[in-house]
């Protein structure tokens, strides 16, 4: 059968899909598409695409799971269900993070990720500045999500060969106490799971709720608790790490009222009008 004969069948209804995955499936650029109409495909990718829209369209299953794979910040990085699927806002910590390294030294820089999940945020940290951290240490509290983690640790190692990585399980910053770090200068990004389980369960679409990991959105006691629980570590340990965080925009006001004889908030991204992408030193 021809590329054009499979977006031709009415058994397909949502066209823009199907010609996602035909370019999947056939490593082929949207842009090349058009010209490749004429193109076989065998039986066997055909299976794998049909197998591929219905696992989207009926099972409702979200596309990244279904294709192993998620784009963030122009790298494509393996994802499964093991851990959350990365979301386009968290991209802007990624961003505010090479503003703030660009007017730093490289010199004994040390980058902390906690609640890594696949390992997106401290990956693409180092990727866009690779010969800057000397030392990278990646926190994650389930096992089988750290070990998606290091499983895209090892699809990067090759460009990542100027960092000492280490991937440890643990409660948040608690490997802190394991591990020497006299005169670094710590740079920690954090995405902990920050949703108020009501708004998880009213608000979040089905296939979020059906299909994702629910311990990496909602802490279902007190939905800012990861946060403070992080913070005291801080205080605990005596180290003084430049923190980029992401939260609701309601939750800055509460961490800053909370927090404000010790921690400096400062917005420095938003997306929507409900996420905030904070800049957080300790004073
Ligand atoms: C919202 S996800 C963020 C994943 C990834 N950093 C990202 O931005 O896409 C939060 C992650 O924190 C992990 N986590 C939850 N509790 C933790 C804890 N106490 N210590 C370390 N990691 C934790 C979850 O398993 C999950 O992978």
Redesign the pocket.
């Known amino acids: 059968m021809k590329i054009q004969e499979l977006l031709q069948n009415q058994e397909y209804t949502q066209k823009r899909v199907l010609e996602n995955l035909i370019c999947y499936f056939l490593d082929i650029s949207r842009e090349n598409l058009r010209i490749s109409l004429d193109q076989d495909i065998e039986e066997s990718v055909i299976n794998k695409i049909t197998q591929a829209y219905d696992d989207f369209v009926v099972q409702k299953k979200p596309l990244e799971y279904i294709l192993w794979y998620v784009a963030f910040m122009r790298n494509k990085f393996k994802i499964d269900h093991r ?2 699927i ?2 386009p806002e ?1 991209e802007y910590m990624i961003q505010a993070v090479n503003e703030h390294v660009s007017t730093l030294t490289p010199w004994n820089n040390i980058l902390f ?6 390992g ?2 401290w990956l693409s940290v180092l990727l866009h500045n690779p010969s800057f951290f000397t030392e990278a240490y990646l ?4 096992d089988y ?1 750290l070990s998606l983690a290091q499983e895209n640790f090892e699809i990067f190692k090759p460009r990542l060969s100027k960092t000492k990585v280490n991937l440890v399980q ?3 910053l608690n490997f802190v106490k394991d591990i020497s770090l006299s005169d670094s200068n710590l740079i920690l990004v954090a ?3 920050y949703i108020p389980e009501n708004t998880f369960d009213q608000n979040v679409w089905e296939n979020v709720k059906n299909r994702e ?1 629910k ?3 909602v802490w279902w006691e007190d939905w800012l608790d ?1 946060y403070r629980e992080m913070f005291q570590q801080i205080f605990d340990f005596w180290i003084k790490p430049t923190m980029f965080l992401e939260m609701m925009t309601r939750q800055v006001d509460v961490l800053r009222k909370e927090f404000w004889e010790k921690i400096k908030f400062q917005e420095t991204k938003t997306f929507h009008f409900n996420i905030r992408i904070v800049k957080a030193r300790i004073k």
Do not use: H, K, M, Q
Request: proline share 14%; charged share 10%.
């Open positions: 851990a959350l990365p979301r968290t990720d906690i609640g890594t999940g696949c997106v945020l926190s994650e509290y389930v999500t643990s409660n948040l995405n902990l799971p990991p311990p990496a959105f990861y």
